[in-house]
């Protein structure tokens, strides 16, 4: 069977375009596949959150003068772009708990920064981190609740555990702090470097051959607040007990919300 110029450009035409669809597709697809990799939950228990459908989201906390505004952006940005219950368990931790005033707060995985913000408004020189992807989202929230010349407002930069925590140096920091942080069970041994390595764990390798030589500098603390959905959390709590002396500070029944604090071993 013969077909002419005109047909064989038609197929040609029609092959290119079915392949470059299914191209975009497919990376359409495997985007979604990565943001709901980070989800903490079976994705069809997402629904018990109505809080996430609000695209704005307003805190106060007793000893902050200043409401604390956030946008969230569940559909868009995922569970990085939505205020956990364990991020406000533990703003009201530091905020009765806590002297801020001048401290160095590092946050990982601040996520929309609520944590972050509030340590701020404290008196805090906060650093908030998080995921490459989601730092633009993370700096509105930030933008929206401070000054634009307000230099206590934090600093916004990218950490992915495991890699980036080099970029770091432990000694400017008193508090590493995170909310909600431990939950992908692929990331604890990252999580865990990242955290040891940030205060100086005497059991961390790189700390040991570039920062054990500053003895005289006080080592962070470390304060966590998680949520134990699965037995997998307390497996990571288990494994920082060999790196911390670890003293459990808050339980919240009934949200299943647990607070840390840390001092390095
Ligand atoms: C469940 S959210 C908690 C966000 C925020 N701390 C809160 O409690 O509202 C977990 C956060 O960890 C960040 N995250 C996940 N994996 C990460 C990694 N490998 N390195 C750095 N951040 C990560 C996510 O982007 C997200 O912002």
């Known amino acids: 069977m013969f077909i002419n110029l005109y047909d064989f450009l038609i197929i040609i035409i029609g092959v290119v375009a079915a392949s470059n669809m299914s191209a975009h597709n497919r990376s359409k697809s495997e985007e979604n596949e990565q943001s709901w990799a980070l989800v903490p939950y079976d994705v069809s228990q997402i629904n018990l959150f109505p809080s996430f459908t609000e695209k704005k989201r307003t805190f106060r906390f007793e ?5 604390i505004v956030i946008e969230q952006n569940w559909d868009g940005q995922g569970v990085s772009a939505v205020v956990w219950e364990a991020a406000i368990e533990l703003t009201n931790y530091v905020v009765a708990n806590k002297n801020l005033k001048g401290a160095r707060v590092l946050e990982l995985g601040a996520g929309t920064g609520l944590v972050g913000i509030a340590c701020s408004k404290l008196g805090a020189k906060v650093t908030v981190t998080d995921l490459c992807e989601f730092l633009p989202f993370l700096s509105r929230n930030v933008c929206m609740n401070f000054a634009e010349n307000d230099t206590n407002q934090p600093v916004v930069q990218e ?3 495991g ?5 770091y140096n432990p000694n400017d920091y008193d ?5 909600d942080i431990v939950y992908i069970e692929d990331t604890f041994d990252d999580l865990l470097d990242t955290i040891c390595y940030l205060c100086r764990c005497k ?13 005289t500098a006080n080592r962070p603390s470390l304060i966590l607040s998680a949520k134990m959905r699965y037995s997998r959390e307390e497996k990571f709590v288990a494994k920082l007990k060999r790196h911390f002396k670890i003293s459990h500070v808050v339980t919240v029944k009934e949200s299943k919300i647990h607070i840390y604090e840390g001092t390095p071993l």
């Open 163 to 167: 890699e980036k925590h080099h970029l």
């Open 203 to 215: 059991t961390h390798s790189s700390v040991l051959s570039d920062y054990s030589k500053n003895t």
């Open 159 to 161: 950490l992915k555990w």
């Open 175 to 179: 508090f590493v702090i995170g909310a």
């Open 63 to 67: 000893g902050i003068a200043d409401e």
